[in-house]
């Protein structure tokens, strides 16, 4: 499927999946399924852009396809160097053999869900982050990894506040 939509940038991307472009010799009702596709556009593209996620499309690598404007300002690349850029550039070593590991997972078609990794910003701060991922294919075969990852370092140190307060109050 070709799965286009706008970035914050304006320029178009596209990222091939499993859809094939209906041509109106095939059907005589072209102009409403592609305007039914524009509109499936738009709204990925705007919850791409909304979303408080960071979200990227990887291949089964890790190499990076597509990463949303938070992620890159997260991680800090421009639209221009995302597609000469590897995940695992950004994770720690820990977290690097954890996601290889995932990443074999998502090969075999299954989902991630909760892997926890670390990894520093653009602006060197620490961070932790919860990472779902699901495997994106044809025939089951994985092509491409959908990743929502979600910064839950304050949550982690909340825990480990509550953790300490609790053990001086015992």
């Not at 597509?66 to 221009?80: F, K, T, V």
Request: hydrophobic fraction near 30%; glycine fraction near 6%.
């Amino acid at each position: 499927m070709k799965l286009g939509y706008k970035s914050e940038e304006k320029e178009s991307i596209y990222h091939s999946l499993k859809y094939r472009e209906i041509s109106s010799k095939e059907n005589p009702h072209t102009y409403q399924k592609t305007d039914i596709i524009r509109q499936r556009d738009t709204l990925l593209s705007s919850m791409l852009s909304l979303s408080h996620d960071f979200i990227c499309l990887t291949n089964t690598d890790g190499d990076i396809i597509y990463a949303n404007q938070l992620m890159r300002n997260l991680i800090g690349i421009s639209e221009g160097e995302t597609k000469k850029r590897s995940i695992f550039e950004f994770l720690d070593k820990d977290s690097t053999d954890k996601l290889s590991f995932a990443i074999r997972n998502l090969k075999g078609g299954k989902s991630i869900i909760g892997l926890e990794v670390n990894s520093q910003s653009s602006n060197g701060e620490r961070h932790e982050y919860e990472l779902n991922a699901i495997p994106l294919g044809d025939n089951g075969s994985t092509v491409t990894i959908l990743n929502i990852v979600r910064d839950i370092t304050s949550h982690k140190r909340a825990e480990k506040e509550a953790s300490k307060w609790e053990n001086r109050h015992k």
